[in-house]
């Protein structure tokens, strides 16, 4: 089996079409109308297992493997909502100029950075489109941000 597309349910498609081509600096590969629009975005398919973030915690010295921003996000998820949602996961070269790229285009709501190192180092941040889907957006990450939880 091959995943064919991932779509999403948009209310306003002009706003969210505008979103999302400023978002991933593209036109789409198709448009029809007012109803449909295809970005080529990669093809991968992955599950997130959130519980295992909360056990790891409960369990044993998290100081080196998360920041306090993903601390916070981790404790202020709505965990009803979390298992219901899909979460579209974009890799950029580099990981400050994308945020300072998408801090500047005030097209949503843009959390802090956020780390995570359980089997590597990770550095991602995310954005809500139109619609509160959350966009993650990782990659290189050269900055020298201290985690304060070390």
């Known amino acids: 089996m091959r995943l ?3 779509y999403i ?11 999302y081509q400023l978002l991933l600096e593209q036109e789409p590969l198709y448009c029809n109308d007012d109803r449909w629009a ?3 975005c990669g093809n991968s398919l992955s599950l997130y297992n959130r519980q295992f973030d909360i056990d790891f915690l409960v369990n044993n010295d998290y100081r080196g493997h998360y920041n306090h921003s993903y601390l916070t996000t981790l404790k202020n ?8 949602s899909v979460i579209f996961n974009f ?4 990981l400050i100029s994308e945020y300072e790229r998408i801090k500047k285009l005030k097209i949503g709501a ?3 950075l956020l780390f995570v190192n359980i089997h590597m180092p990770y ?3 995310t954005i809500k489109d139109p619609d509160g889907n959350e966009i993650e957006i990782t990659g290189n990450y050269n900055g020298s941000d201290k985690l304060t939880d070390e």
């Not at 349910?9 to 979103?19: C, G, T």
């Not at 890799?91 to 580099?94: C, K, S």
């Open 4 to 6: 064919g597309t991932t």
């Open 9 to 19: 349910s948009v209310n306003d498609f002009a706003k969210s079409l505008a979103f």
């Open 38 to 40: 295809t970005f080529d």
């Open 77 to 84: 998820e709505n965990s009803d909502k979390i298992n219901t």
């Open 91 to 94: 890799e950029v070269e580099d």
């Open 110 to 112: 843009v959390s802090e």
């Open 123 to 125: 550095w991602y941040f």
